[in-house]
């Protein structure tokens, strides 16, 4: 039953959002086998949506920079879905949609601008919504990518050889397996096979992969375990790591071993350093990770084209590892940073251009005719 009429209007309403606009030829979107149905969250009728890369699926949400491929008319296929709605205008999942390319439609303008005859008309990639003159707003965040670092790559300390078995005292720095190691009796190559006492990366007996006579002298141990203990930023497995004395060219960051979660700690590299470091400065990580920090305004939404000074140029928010939703957080990018960002505030666009214009004077909320034929 539906609730009792609370006002009465003076001039009927035109149309409701998804009617057509004229009797004027109109086309739709062809669909392939078993296509096209709505996707998980479902599609609202009034406004645009996106069909996905299996050809089949409809959302009423799309990613930068792709223009949705179609307007889903009203044509009594929505259902109510809210227990004591009186309407409804989402087609639930897995219901038959029929897309238009071409013709006239009545939609709710949305966004920020009013909408003049022969406006261009934008779709919002985090809903669908039809907006006029530019494209909607996105978020304005202050974020960074990557980290600099304080940074030592192997060990310094005191040995003692006896054939393959290296006793080693006043370490500083970490001794890993697999480190190269170099210093007065040590022959050129040889590497760190086992600990086999002591403490871990630390003073002990080591194996070594050939003989050494050395007698208490000073030697280094290098190779693809580096730590930091000074960060800004966030250090990301998969990050290229740039910078330092002896460090690697173009390594990358395989995994965290220990120490606070991208902060802090023993990380291990995709490639051998050069030579031991004691502590480098400005030691940077970058990849694909970009730290919000702060939200000035907006809500940053998967899918949002994005830019800001250090930003690659292009990116997309391919998704959200953590924080608020559309918030302060942790998101990753489509594309690759070539270079540490500092603290840099980071825009986004939420909509992207359609094929179709506006053929009536319209308000923000109110109804706009919409077509490909002005």
Not at 79 to 96: D, K, V
Not at 154 to 159: K, P
Not at 195 to 220: C, F, I, M
Not at 259 to 275: D, E, W
């Amino acid at each position: 039953m539906t609730g009792f009429q609370k006002q009465v209007n003076l001039t009927p309403a035109p149309a409701v959002a998804g009617d057509f606009a004229s009797s004027n030829p109109r086309a739709t979107v062809l669909a392939g086998p078993g296509g096209l149905v709505a996707g998980t969250l479902g599609v609202t009728v009034g406004k645009f949506a996106w069909v996905d890369t299996d050809g089949v699926t409809v959302q009423s949400f799309g990613t930068a920079t792709k223009a949705p491929q179609g307007f889903v008319h009203r044509e009594q296929q929505a259902l109510i879905q809210q227990y004591l709605a009186e309407s409804g205008m989402n087609i639930p999942q897995g219901f038959s949609v029929v897309l238009h390319n071409e013709g006239d439609f009545w939609a709710k303008l949305a966004g920020d601008n009013a909408a003049i005859i022969g406006a261009a008309i934008y779709a919002d990639y985090s809903n669908g919504d039809v907006c006029a003159v530019a494209a909607p707003a996105g978020a304005s965040v202050t974020g960074l990518m990557g980290s600099t670092n304080t940074a030592a790559l192997g060990a310094t300390f005191t040995a003692t050889g006896t054939g393959t078995a290296l006793v080693v005292t006043a370490v500083t720095g970490l001794i890993t397996v697999g480190d190269a190691i170099a210093g007065t009796g040590v022959t050129a190559g040889t590497t760190i096979v086992a600990q086999a006492s002591g403490t871990t990366g630390g003073a002990g007996t080591y194996t070594t992969s050939a003989a050494t006579t050395s007698a208490g002298d000073t030697v280094t141990a290098f190779g693809v375990t580096m730590e930091t203990t000074s960060t800004t930023g966030l250090i990301s497995v998969g990050d290229t790591v740039s910078g330092g004395a002896g460090f690697p060219v173009a390594a990358t960051v395989v995994a965290q071993v220990s120490g606070t979660p991208g902060g802090a700690g023993v990380y291990t590299l995709s490639a051998a350093g050069s030579a031991y470091t004691a502590s480098a400065t400005g030691v940077t990580t970058f990849g694909i990770v970009l730290d919000v920090t702060a939200v000035g305004s907006g809500v940053l939404e998967v899918g949002d084209a994005v830019s800001g000074s250090g930003i690659p140029s292009g990116a997309v928010v391919a998704s959200q590892v953590s924080g608020t939703a559309g918030g302060v957080g942790i998101y990753t990018l489509d594309t690759r940073a070539t270079a540490y960002a500092a603290s840099t505030t980071v825009t986004a666009v939420g909509g992207v251009l359609t094929a179709f214009k506006a053929q009536s004077a319209a308000a923000v909320g109110e109804l706009v005719k919409i077509s490909t034929w002005g």
